[in-house]
């Protein structure tokens, strides 16, 4: 492997890990705060799966790059980190250590956006089955079995907000509004992904999912008659939004520092202690 080709490798292995273990942090801020039992048991789940997804990851990206993969999970700077911008934000309700709260959190969008990423992230798994590294499509195999698990869990919760109550799909609208740029961000590729599907290490560049996911997404809101800023035209789907990016060279919002802090915070205690 040239050193063009593991530096781009290992940059993707980066993307897709930081994308997991920060999806897993914000949903595992739910737990004791959802709202019904069942869902502090679920998402707590979920979010063990993301993280445990997050660490074959920085195990493959830190063999490329001779690091333990603690070190890149939580001991890189704050602007070393790849994730898309739309995982970062915080939706739980802010709890401070009197025990009170700021806001009630957003349960709605917290579900939208648990749910749409994994559809895309299903996308990007799918073309890392047959990849050229077989301990990275054996990683693939491994999580895509349990994604399985996490579709439906979404594609209920999205069922059940958009055909409850008014106030229920009021709220789900309104966090789909905010998102949109964001999740159109998904789609911002890592440095290099031309050279790794050259190499046959994945199967498609990131933006290479755009015009599939809409296509996968685009009934689930068509069968609620939820709003949809896009239209599908001959050259492919025209959207209504502009992306927000940045995410994939580093560059977030506040949501970001606010996270960063709490993630690394034990872990810098002692940073080169044995854990």
Known sequence: MSPELKEAYARYLLTLADDE???GYRDSEWTGVAPVIEEDVAFSSLAQDEIGHARLFYTLAGKLLGKDPDHLALLRP??????ARLLEDRTTPKYDPGGNHEGGG????????RFLYDLFDDLRIEGLLTSSDPELAGAAEKIRR?????????EAWWRTLAEGSIEARTRLEAALEVIWPDLL?????????????????????????????????????????????????????????????????????PGWDELYEEMTMVRKLEPEGAW
């Open 106 to 113: 957003d349960w709605a969008r917290a579900i939208a956006r």
């Open 78 to 83: 704050k602007e070393d980190y790849y994730h």
């Open 185 to 253: 961000g998904l789609f911002e590729p890592a440095p290099g992904e031309d050279r790794l599907v050259e190499a046959g290490l994945i199967a498609r560049t990131t933006d290479a999912l755009r015009e599939p996911w809409l296509d996968r997404v685009y009934p689930y809101f068509e069968a609620h008659a939820l709003p949809f800023p896009g239209e599908k035209i001959r050259e492919g789907w025209r959207m209504a939004v502009e992306p927000r990016t940045g995410g994939r060279h580093g560059v977030h919002g």
């Open 21 to 23: 273990i920060v999806i």
């Open 146 to 154: 349990e994604e399985r698990y996490h579709l439906r869990h979404g």
